[in-house]
């Protein structure tokens, strides 16, 4: 295998991923731009995040009901924070992901202060390839090989 192709097994996780939705969330929370904006500027600090740069807030996908609503990308130092609102059927989807841990409780509450969910769905994973993981990847080799043929 070339120096490229070479396969890397770490003792401990690349990063954290924490994935929420939230459901049963206020319009009025999730259709406030500036409501948004403080949520992204408070969970930037409360994890110990250092922003990189402002975040980009677009309001699109009005050709959709159900998708309608804010984006939200904020990048930060150790990678970033994204987020979905679903502002006519009252749902968010956010994505912190971090190679820096932090508090997913600490994450957790901060969101639920700025919008009210009645339900979530909560996960929390470690990303990369390390020791605890290992038996769960994918081998793709024989298929990369395959394609580089082609």
């Given at each position: 295998m070339?120096a ?15 994935v929420?939705d939230?459901?049963g969330?206020p319009r009025?929370?999730i259709?406030d731009?500036?409501n ?5 500027n408070?969970?930037v600090?409360?994890?110990n ?5 402002e975040p980009v807030v677009e ?12 984006t939200l990308l904020?990048?930060i ?6 987020a ?11 994505d ?15 969101c639920?202060?700025?919008?009210c969910p009645?339900?979530?769905?909560v ?6 390839f390390?020791?605890e ?9 024989e298929e990369?090989q395959d394609?580089?043929?082609?």
């Amino acid at each position: 295998m070339t120096a490229q192709n070479q396969i890397i097994s770490d003792p401990a996780p690349w990063g954290q991923h924490l994935v929420l939705d939230f459901n049963g969330c206020p319009r009025e929370l999730i259709s406030d731009k500036k409501n948004i904006l403080n949520w992204s500027n408070e969970l930037v600090g409360a994890i110990n995040m250092v922003a990189y740069g402002e975040p980009v807030v677009e309001h699109f996908a009005t050709h959709s009901h159900e998708a309608a609503g804010y984006t939200l990308l904020q990048m930060i130092e150790t990678s970033n924070i994204a987020a979905h609102f679903a502002e006519n059927i009252g749902q968010v989807y956010i994505d912190v992901f971090s190679c820096k841990a932090f508090d997913v409780d600490v994450a957790v509450e901060v969101c639920k202060k700025y919008f009210c969910p009645t339900q979530a769905n909560v996960h929390n994973m470690d990303r990369g390839f390390h020791k605890e993981n290992q038996d769960k990847a994918k081998d793709f080799t024989e298929e990369v090989q395959d394609d580089r043929a082609a």
